[in-house]
Every structure is written in C-alpha cells, then in structure tokens.
C-alpha cells in the first residue's frame, strides 16, 4: 500500500468515526479483508484505460486503484466515487 493509500484509508476511517467509531473500524477491517482477495486474483477488476497492470475495484461509495506488478499487487489510492471525475 502506498503512502497515500495509507492515508485515504485513515482519512476515510476518520470520517466515518467522527458518527461511529465501531462501524469505522468495521469498515476499514472488511476494506483490509477484501484487499487481500486480490493476491491471488489480482486482474479480477476493471483495467483502468488501456493499461492492463492499473486496476480499479469499486467498494461501495470507494473506488480503489491499484497496480499489478510482477511481484506484487499495489494500493495506490482509494477515492470516494463522487469525487471522480
């Protein structure tokens, strides 16, 4: 995960905390959960354009993008999907 994945997960935590810290970290800890599904299927999500190895997985109102590399799979950012354009 990136340091901006980092924090766009903490900035999200802290958003749904400031109405209800346990459903913050439940959300987080299911995000967490689901994020470790795409080890072993890491092109299971949408290419982002013409670039195979850039994916989009969207996750209720979040969109999460990330890079399938040849050792790894990379959370790059997580965006609400009202702020995409």
Partial sequence: M????VR????????IAADSPRAAERFVSALRTDLDKLV????????VGSHP???RLPYGAYVIFYEVTDSEVLIRVVEHSATLK
Avoid: V
């Fill in 2 to 5: 990136t340091p901006r994945a």
């Fill in 8 to 15: 766009d997960l903490n900035r999200i935590r802290d958003h």
């Fill in 40 to 47: 072993p299927f890491p092109f299971m999500a949408q290419a």
């Fill in 53 to 55: 190895r850039f994916r």
